[in-house]
């Protein structure tokens, strides 16, 4: 096997392989005698049918066939022996394959970058500093009883916080625009559900009232014919609708994990449960900056193989977000709506992996195990759940990948420049929703 490499421009590699005829064709005709053994074809005995009725019938297939695993074969003993590392998939081409000469093949591919690590104590983290304040816990334990608060009928002008049910066309001009309509919905005056000045128009208002609304679309809406457009909405209040809260009583608490009707318990559980959300937002928080300067501190072309598979997986992830299904066509979302943010997380990838290659790191098993336990501490039965991550392999590698990059942010930090910066619980936790 003759190999030779090219490099046709920046990562991407040109590998050109010849494999003697021997090889190819003595691998068709064993691929045809395999065949001939087992082929039915009328007006001939089972394993009897002629080889020459055989090749006529097959050879074109066979041969297709064998030529994709030769090259695919051939490719990974070329690369090893050239000491080369693909990034992705080649694409290949046959330039000469015919019975009787030897086989030539093209294999283009990218390789990985070489990548000198730059220097981590240029580095600045700022470390959030915050705890859960009585304040805070107020806060939340009224968002909790938010989350299961009922309506009832509000025989008054409806104000921000309630629940409004309404029907409404839009118009742009005098003609409807598409999705600019609906019967019966409900919306909370205040949710930021609506373009502006839509859920204001309706704070005042009355079962049975009608009101015209003239609106604009912001300019970065999504839907480009709408985009910065003057429209006008009738509306009609079908009810006003006022939230009530249920009261922290037994059976509230009870559906928290609290029996007993214990205030203090019940208080001293949210709250735990509020310095775990609170640590992981601020382990977040820092990973994130790390990340961040990992990418910015390294400059280095990356393989276009790698870029469109995450392309593709962030298409896919969209597809699932929104709700996309079966008949929905992925490919209408172009490239470019990721390119960006698909060559950011390639280059942090490669990063990353230079790092762990560089200091031969390892998935530390005492973190991976802790890991494990605080996430089964917010379960029932937590030794079940440490055992079930222990017996599934696929949510084990999860757990380790998790912990392994924890180590590459300890490791930066180790040199990185650091301080504290003092903050709050709500900004630190929603700073990081935000980013979800």
């Known amino acids: ?13 040109r590998l050109t392989v010849a494999v003697p005829a021997e090889r190819l ?6 691929r045809l005698l395999e065949a001939q053994k087992n082929l039915r074809i009328d007006g001939f005995r089972p394993g009897k049918v002629p080889m020459r009725e ?14 994709s695993d030769v090259m695919r074969d051939s490719f990974v003993k070329a690369v090893e022996e050239q000491k080369l590392e693909p990034a992705g998939m080649p694409r290949f081409e046959a330039t000469t394959n015919e019975p009787g000469k030897d086989l030539e093949f093209v294999a283009v591919f990218d390789v990985f970058p070489e990548i000198a690590l730059a220097s981590f104590d240029a580095i600045s983290v700022e470390r959030p500093v915050a705890e859960v304040t009585d304040a805070d816990l107020d806060n939340m334990i009224d968002n909790l009883r938010k989350q299961r608060a009922s309506w009832e009928a509000a025989d008054r002008a409806a104000e921000q916080g309630d629940r409004v049910n309404i029907d409404y066309e839009g118009f742009k001009g005098d003609e409807a625009f598409a999705g600019g309509s609906a019967k019966g919905q409900n919306l909370v005056l205040g949710s930021g559900s609506m373009i502006p000045g839509f859920e204001d128009g309706l704070v005042g208002s009355k079962a049975g009232d009608q009101k015209t609304l003239e609106l604009t679309f912001p300019e970065d809406y999504h839907a480009e014919e709408l985009k910065g457009q003057a429209v006008k909405f009738n509306v009609t209040v079908n009810k006003v609708e006022a939230q009530k809260l249920p009261e922290i009583d037994e059976e509230f608490m009870k559906g928290f994990g609290v029996e007993g009707g214990d205030m203090a318990k019940f208080r001293a559980e949210v709250k735990k449960n509020m310095g775990r959300e609170l640590t992981n937002a601020i382990r977040a928080n820092i990973k994130g900056q790390v990340m961040d ?4 501190a390294h400059s280095f072309d990356v393989p276009a193989a790698l870029v469109s598979n995450e392309i593709q997986r962030m298409r896919q992830q ?6 996309g299904g079966q008949q929905f066509d992925a490919s209408i979302l172009p490239d470019d709506l990721f390119r960006e943010q698909a060559e950011r997380a390639v280059r942090l990838g490669l990063v990353v992996r230079q790092i762990l290659e560089q200091n031969q790191l390892k998935a530390d098993a005492d973190k991976v195990r802790a890991r494990i336990e605080e996430i089964a501490e917010q379960y029932e039965e937590p030794a079940e759940v440490v055992k079930w991550f222990y017996g599934n392999r696929q949510q084990l590698e999860q757990v ?11 490791l930066v930090l180790a040199s990185a420049k650091q301080s504290d910066k003092a903050t709050s619980y709500e900004d630190v936790v929603a700073s990081q929703r935000a980013q979800r």
């Open 1 to 13: 096997m003759q190999v030779s490499v090219e490099t046709t421009s920046g990562l991407e590699r």
């Open 25 to 30: 064709d003595s691998a068709v005709e064993q």
């Open 54 to 67: 055989v090749k006529r019938r097959f050879a074109s297939a066979v041969r297709s066939e064998v030529l």
């Open 293 to 296: 300067a990992l990418v910015g």
């Open 318 to 323: 969209m597809m699932q977000q929104f709700g």
């Open 400 to 410: 380790e990948g998790a912990v392994l990059e924890e180590q590459v942010v300890e």
